[in-house]
């Protein structure tokens, strides 16, 4: 007979979502490493250099060593992992504001390459984010909502 007691629950919960952290980096480092494997690197760089972006291959090189290396970081819930979610995040709203957005919603099926796959990244990111911060800035946030609320 499983335990439901609350300690029970809160183990489950955070074991749900370290496994749940893990698989967001691994999507996050396949990025990287598909990019990287495929030659894609320079692409992008010339992507961004037509979009008037300067240092577009700089900065195509340097998002891709970063979903590689900073993918790992994170996987092992560093406390860095706040940090490299909201770069993370940053990234992919540019991507589709870039890319994404004049394309509708839909990935597949009723549309291609939308921007449901990203927002679904983005708001991933914002949980895992959300639950690696320091327990004084979660006070903090929820003083904030209770000042609000009245």
């Known amino acids: 007979m499983p335990d439901n007691t609350d300690s029970t629950k809160i183990g489950d919960s955070i074991s749900g ?3 749940f952290r893990i698989l967001l980096c691994g999507i996050i480092a396949a990025h990287g490493w598909a990019r990287l494997l ?14 008037d972006i300067p240092g577009g291959v700089l900065i195509a090189w ?13 996987a092992f819930g560093s406390r860095y992992t706040p940090h490299l979610c909201a770069v ?3 990234i992919y709203a540019v991507g589709i504001v870039m890319v994404h957005m004049q394309e509708g919603w839909f990935v597949v099926g009723l549309g291609r390459n939308g921007m449901e796959y990203s927002v679904l990244l983005i ?14 800035v979660h006070g903090r946030i929820l003083a904030f909502r209770k000042d609000t609320d009245n």
């Open 88 to 90: 993370y995040a940053g």
């Open 38 to 51: 495929s030659d894609g690197v320079l692409p992008f760089g010339g992507f961004l250099d037509t979009h």
């Open 123 to 136: 708001a991933s990111l914002v949980l895992v984010g959300y639950n690696h911060l320091p327990p004084e």
């Open 17 to 19: 979502l370290i496994l």
């Open 62 to 74: 340097v998002i891709t060593l970063l979903e590689i290396v900073g993918s790992i970081v994170m």
